[in-house]
């Protein structure tokens, strides 16, 4: 998922202060926790994401999104996991701005025994100000969402939670196959015994908020210099070969009486917009990662996380302990 909730700001604000102004803080080091597994037992009744909703459809316990991305570069879904990396790395610092946006506590390789080897990260997403004026009026004037993710790309687990909010949680389980959102039951085994709503997101047709429309991340206007790709019309998932799909499994729980339907509706809304602005991003930046390796992307990827937690980190270095500490206090 890419890493920033957005609603009332543009996604590309300037940086506040220059690097030299910033006091960082260097976080405690930790070990990385297991991810955790969405059995039947977890299911969550109150609530689904997912992008049938805006036709009006009925919220399940779970949401099964797709969305397909045109994968010239490679006949496999390999190829863009440079790209997905590439793409997180610089929409996350270019979202954060004025103590807000993502800071990255952790990243580094993870072992796990069943999935194998793959990166542990941990971000703390900031976003007081880009919550809607009903949310601000019942959470913490710095405010943050924790994120944890097991990258074993092709599949990757992500949850997100707040020690203010103990009762809120997504959880959110990717999976990339080279087709064009054919395969119906990818999902069955995480979660067989859950409805769930699937639904399709298309990168070059669906709508995204005017706020954050760029011509050039545009896949029906941009076009790349280094592979030929882009400009993509209507119906181009048919035409296109070869084509990958990225499936995510969506599952939200908020369990507060009075704000549930409230908060689930926002959830899902910005939960779309962030899958279809990052991936439209990362086809649209293709020329700028087509020629790294992953030696490359990861130098990349630690630089860009240095820069932004130069921006985020300078205003919270002395109010995040309090915060957790009055969060455990009062729950």
Same mark, same amino acid.
């Given at each position: ?64 999104? $797709?969305?397909? /991305?045109?994968?010239? +570069?490679? %006949?496999? &879904?390999? !190829? ?5 990396? #590439? ?36 971000? $703390?997403?900031? /976003?007081?100000?880009? +919550?809607? %004026?009903? &949310?601000? !009026? ?5 405010? #943050? ?187």
């Amino acid at each position: 998922m890419s890493p920033c909730f957005g609603h009332h700001s543009s996604p590309t604000p300037e940086a506040a202060c220059a690097p030299t102004q910033a006091v960082r803080r260097e976080p405690a080091r930790r070990t990385p926790t297991r991810p955790p597994a969405l059995a039947a037992s977890q299911a969550l009744p109150q609530t689904a994401l997912g992008a049938g909703r805006r036709a009006g459809l009925a919220l399940e316990p779970a949401a099964h999104v $797709r969305f397909c /991305l045109d994968n010239r +570069l490679s %006949s496999t &879904a390999s !190829a863009y996991k440079i790209g997905q990396l #590439y793409m997180i790395s610089k929409h996350s610092h270019e979202q954060s701005d004025r103590g807000e946006g993502v800071e990255v506590v952790q990243n580094e390789p993870f072992e796990d025994p069943h999935h194998g080897n793959g990166q542990f990260t941990e971000k $703390r997403v900031y /976003l007081n100000s880009k +919550l809607p %004026s009903w &949310a601000r !009026a019942v959470v913490p004037k710095i405010f #943050y969402v924790t994120e944890k993710a097991w990258n074993y790309y092709p599949y990757t687990i992500t949850g997100k939670s707040c020690s203010f909010l103990p009762k809120f949680s997504i959880h959110i389980e990717t999976k990339y196959e080279d087709n064009k959102g054919s395969n119906d039951r990818i999902f069955d085994n995480e979660a067989k015994d859950l409805e769930r709503e699937v639904c399709f997101i298309d990168i070059a047709c669906d709508e995204i908020p005017e706020r954050y429309y760029k011509e050039s991340e545009d896949p029906k206007h941009f076009k790349s210099e280094k592979t030929g790709r882009g400009q993509l019309r209507e119906g181009w998932r048919d035409s296109h070969q070869p084509i990958m799909c990225s499936y995510k499994l969506v599952t939200v729980k908020f369990e507060v009486w009075g704000l549930q339907t409230r908060v689930e509706q926002f959830v899902h809304k910005v939960v779309r917009d962030i899958l279809l602005i990052g991936h439209r991003q990362a086809f649209a930046w293709v020329d700028e990662w087509y020629d790294m390796t992953m030696d490359d992307v990861r130098e990349y990827e630690k630089n860009m996380h240095e820069q932004t937690n130069i921006k985020v980190c300078n205003q919270h270095s002395s109010t995040v302990d309090d915060i957790e500490s009055h969060a455990q206090t009062s729950t």
